[in-house]
């Protein structure tokens, strides 16, 4: 059975930096690409990141030179790095992975962005 469990979200001030970690498990985790999705309430999914196994990235325009997508795949972990942070990026992040013909999902942290 796929788990996928976030942590590192909370309050930071316009200007600073989060780290995000997901931590995954029944997967054999080197194979499979990873992603970062965003959500605020009333909008749709928002995809943010992605890395390859290989650790090939790809990032949304919004967030393309503020966040960094990173893997470590000896202890089976996603990181999405957040710096520069803005109101905007305020939202639930939730990590996901394909797997077994579907997609699993985290159960999110909420980064709020304030001052």
């Known amino acids: 059975q796929v788990h996928l469990v976030e942590s590192g979200g909370g309050l930071v001030q316009p200007g600073g930096s989060l780290r995000l970690s997901c931590a995954a498990s029944?997967?054999?985790?080197?194979?499979?690409?990873m992603k970062w999705y965003r959500q605020v309430p009333g909008q749709e999914r928002e995809l943010v990141a992605t890395?390859?196994?290989?650790?090939?990235?790809d990032y949304a325009d919004s967030v393309r030179g503020r966040f960094t997508i990173s893997r470590n795949n000896v202890y089976n972990t996603v990181y999405l790095r957040l710096d520069s942070l803005k109101p905007e990026d305020t939202a639930v992040y939730y990590c996901?992975?394909?797997?077994?013909?579907?997609?699993?999902w985290g159960q999110g942290t909420q980064v709020t962005v304030s001052s």
């Open positions: 029944g997967i054999n985790f080197r194979l499979y690409s």
């Open positions: 890395i390859t196994g290989g650790g090939e990235t």
């Open positions: 996901s992975t394909g797997a077994y013909g579907r997609s699993f």
